[in-house]
């Protein structure tokens, strides 16, 4: 089969991308690196560089897939972020259509089945909202828990304040997710048929905010590192104070609120899936090793 995946050497990309290579399957990366050609190469996958901005580039690399899997690249670089991500699954959709692409594998997120208040993932709604109105299009959207990886934005916080912490209370619960495991589903997703339009959530763990703290604490030699809950301001102001951008900053604040009110997992608590086989204590390993 013929796939082509975005994302470039991203961390779900790639190994997506080496799966389905190593099953036999003639694999299309897209990257806007051209500096990403020869490594791509080196997978056994075809390099196409351009941007995701350019819809006569990306219908061309959409043209000939038996499936696609389409993910928006993260950006600091916007002053609306909802407008960037979904301006991006625009182009895409109408690379989709012009391409006569029939399977597509999309990289959503938890909590996109809500139109607001969700921070980031609100553009993923409009994603999935303009992949849903394709006609004869059959569509799998991913629909993966918070990033274990996001974690690794506490280590300066650890290693300077001696605390972890966020707009999200310690016993507040966190619903989270390995890319690996996100990877792995995708790609048995996208080498079996499906029809119509449907949704998988992808968890490999739930546990509190305290307890991650505590976990990944114990990782790395500090068990009684504590979790402390900041409040909108402090948690923005923090951010910012570390180099990121307000519109940024402003819309993790507010996926920070989703997740202490729970709003981000109403849809999913209703349509809970097998958790994948990755838990908390495998990925403090890695932390460590990053730590």
């Known amino acids: 089969m013929k796939f082509t ?3 470039s050497l991203g961390k779900i990309s790639k190994p997506l991308a080496t799966t389905l290579v190593k099953a036999g399957h003639t694999v299309t ?3 806007s690196n051209p500096d990403k050609a020869e490594a791509i190469t080196a997978l056994g996958a075809i390099p196409a560089i351009g941007s995701v901005d350019d819809l006569e580039f990306i219908t061309k690399a959409f043209t000939g897939a038996d499936a696609i899997y389409t993910m928006v690249p993260p950006t600091f670089a916007t002053t609306n972020y909802r407008e960037y991500i979904s301006g991006t699954g625009k182009i895409y959709a109408q690379a989709i259509q012009a391409a006569g692409v029939q399977h597509v594998v999309n990289l959503s997120s938890i909590g996109a089945d809500h139109t607001d208040g969700t921070g980031p993932i609100k553009g993923l709604h409009d994603v999935e909202q303009l992949y849903n109105a394709l006609e004869g299009v059959a569509i799998v ?3 993966p828990a918070y990033f274990f990886t996001n974690f690794y934005a506490s280590i300066d916080m650890i290693k300077h304040a001696g605390i972890m912490g966020s707009n999200v209370g310690a016993a507040d619960t966190m619903v989270m997710a390995h890319l690996n495991d996100i990877a792995a589903v995708a790609a048995t997703i996208i080498q079996e048929p499906f029809t119509g339009k449907s949704i998988r959530y ?3 763990d739930e546990r509190t905010a305290g307890e991650v703290a505590s976990v990944l604490g114990a990782a790395i ?3 009684e590192l504590p979790w402390i809950e900041f409040t909108n301001e402090q948690a923005f102001d923090g951010m910012v104070q570390a180099g990121l ?8 604040v507010e996926m920070g609120d989703a997740i202490r009110t729970g709003k981000l997992w109403i849809d999913y608590n209703k349509n809970k ?3 994948s086989k990755t838990k908390l204590e495998d990925f403090a390993k890695e932390f460590a090793s990053q730590y």
């Open 5 to 7: 995946i975005t994302g």
């Open 221 to 223: 030699g500090k068990p």
């Open 273 to 275: 899936p097998e958790l």
């Open 245 to 252: 951008p307000e519109e940024v900053a402003k819309n993790y």
């Open 29 to 31: 990366l897209i990257s």
């Open 202 to 204: 992808i968890t490999s």
């Open 141 to 143: 959207h991913l629909r």
